[in-house]
């Protein structure tokens, strides 16, 4: 294993400060590109198309089973290249591709293509970004490094955020999508900066460290797999999920149905209070899951959903319901930062760290793709007051089932 002292002098290194800056740049541009097109694609599809619930739903489910089915193996290619730089890069060109493809060619079929594409590609980025994380900073500074990653991140969403609301306003809906291709090549640019030699890939996949990095091989993927705190956690992301990723385009749809504010300037509201809140939750998560754990703040992770859901069902204001996303914002902030450091927990040694970050991701996406479909069809035959109250019922049993059955990872990272 490397020692601190090997990690501090590679951080004191000023090409390795460089490849750290690039990586900050990275996670700025980067953040719109992976998660911003699905609240503002609900909403173009709903006012500029007239798509009813049930399709956008279809439409919405795309991405997040593409995004399923490519996780595991995404994880499985990260861990194995070294070449990491070029999975971020491919990726971010195929994610721009598909925005470019939603607005020059607005039909069903092209809408579905798109959307197959933007999930597939968005599966690589999330572990290639951690993997060249852990691979510059290793596991002592691990924690640290994903709160400033997810900082940078929510900071990027809310400049995007900003920016759409503003294309939103004096173009259309649909322009934002030309704002997201944007940031994707932005993002490219940004990781030919991180210097290749900079990272020790041996580290960015969770091995030990030895002096000969060419005889280390691996844990076997069904030995890790057979702890079952892996399974635990996973399956605590997909009730995360299922309970969280329905909320704000149906809230979206909501807003453009009463037609009280622009949907479009409404959705980059929720994003940029979401955002914003993001910021400082990200990095007071990563701090005291060092000191308390990070059950006891993942908790506050979970119990921020019922209470949005249950907002989100009681009024129609918008100015509620951009308030309502302070709650988001503490959320996902949190899961953001965890989410990373209790995979890297869980893999501490194996060599499979990223493999596993994809099959718990593979959670998050059957649960964003189930949410999105169930609650659309819910929206279409009962409303959505009854789509907000589902979504607050499941939320709560998630918070149950994690509480009770995930253990701390804490001691396992010391």
């Known amino acids: 294993m490397v020692s601190h002292s090997v990690l501090q002098s590679r951080e004191q290194n000023p090409t390795s400060k460089r490849s750290l800056i690039a ?8 953040a719109d590109v992976v998660g911003g097109v699905g609240p503002y694609l ?19 489910a795309t991405a997040s089973v593409c995004a399923v089915l ?5 994880g499985a290619v990260v861990d194995r290249v070294e070449h990491k730089r070029a999975v971020i890069i491919i990726s971010a060109l195929i994610i ?12 069903f079929a092209c809408v579905i293509t798109a959307q197959a594409l933007i999930g597939s590609a968005s599966a690589f980025l999330p572990p290639a970004v951690a993997a060249i994380s852990l691979g510059l900073v290793g596991p002592h500074g691990f924690d640290r490094r994903i709160g400033r990653n997810e900082a940078f991140n929510h900071s990027g969403n809310v400049t995007a955020a900003v920016l759409s609301g503003a294309v939103s306003k004096a173009f259309s809906i649909g322009a934002i999508f030309n704002v997201v291709a944007l940031l994707g090549l932005s993002s490219v640019l940004s990781v030919l900066f991180i210097k290749r030699s900079d990272i020790d890939h041996a580290l960015a996949r969770g091995s030990q460290h030895t002096a000969d990095n060419e005889n280390h091989r691996p844990e076997g993927l069904m030995h890790t797999l057979r702890d079952k705190r892996i399974a635990i956690f996973a399956l605590s992301a997909i009730l995360f999920h299922f309970a969280n990723a329905a909320m704000l385009p149906q809230a979206g749809q909501k807003v453009a149905e009463t037609k009280i504010m622009d949907a479009g300037v409404c959705m980059s509201a929720c994003i940029i209070v979401a955002q914003f809140c993001m910021v400082p939750a990200a990095l ?21 959903l019922p209470l949005r859901a249950l907002i989100f069902a009681s009024t129609s204001n918008p100015y509620a319901l951009i308030a309502a996303q302070i709650l988001d914002g503490i959320g996902a902030g949190i899961y953001g930062v965890l989410g990373v450091v209790v995979a890297a927990d869980l893999t501490r040694g194996t060599g499979r760290f990223n493999v596993v970050q994809g099959i718990i991701a593979t ?15 819910i929206v279409k035959f009962a409303g959505y007051n009854a789509g907000f109250l589902t979504l607050a019922g499941i939320s709560i049993a998630a918070m149950a089932f994690f509480l009770w059955f ?6 396992l990272s010391e």
Not at 23 to 30: Q, V, Y
Not at 363 to 377: K, P, V, Y
Request: aromatic share 12%.
């Open 42 to 60: 609900a909403v173009y599809l709903k006012s500029t198309l007239r798509w009813d619930a049930g399709a956008i739903g279809m439409a919405m």
């Open 284 to 304: 007071l998560a990563s701090k005291y899951a060092a000191s308390w754990g990070r059950k006891p703040v993942f908790l506050i992770a979970f119990a921020s």
């Open 23 to 30: 990586l900050d740049a990275l996670n700025f541009f980067l």
């Open 96 to 107: 721009a591709a598909g925005c470019l493809l939603l607005v020059a060619f607005p039909c």
């Open 406 to 411: 995930m253990p701390e990872t804490k001691q």
């Open 70 to 74: 490519f996780q595991t193996p995404a």
């Open 363 to 377: 959670g998050l996406g059957i649960g964003a793709g189930l949410s999105n479909l169930l609650i659309g069809f």
